[in-house]
């Protein structure tokens, strides 16, 4: 109950269905990273970038490479 955290477990990622996508706001500015299915294009966000850590973290947790990523505005 107190002081126990549930631990996040990361979404498997299927390189065959999903691709690897960083959606960015044209007005703010609000840049956010998760998969897009290209059948149905519905978009499924798992984080906010903030900066480049935040990026490399998204590479690191889901074995992604940087030139596997689409931008979309």
């Known amino acids: 109950m107190f002081g126990r955290r549930k631990r996040h477990t990361i979404p498997p990622y299927n390189k065959d269905r999903k691709v690897p996508v960083i959606r960015s706001s044209i007005c703010t500015g609000e840049q956010v990273a998760g998969f897009k299915?290209?059948?149905s294009g519905r978009f499924e966000e798992l984080m906010l970038l903030r900066d480049s850590r935040d990026?490399?973290?998204?590479?690191r947790r889901y074995q992604v490479e940087e030139s596997e990523i689409k931008r979309e505005w």
Do not use: A, H, I, N
């Open 37 to 39: 299915d290209p059948v």
């Open 55 to 59: 990026l490399q973290e998204f590479l």
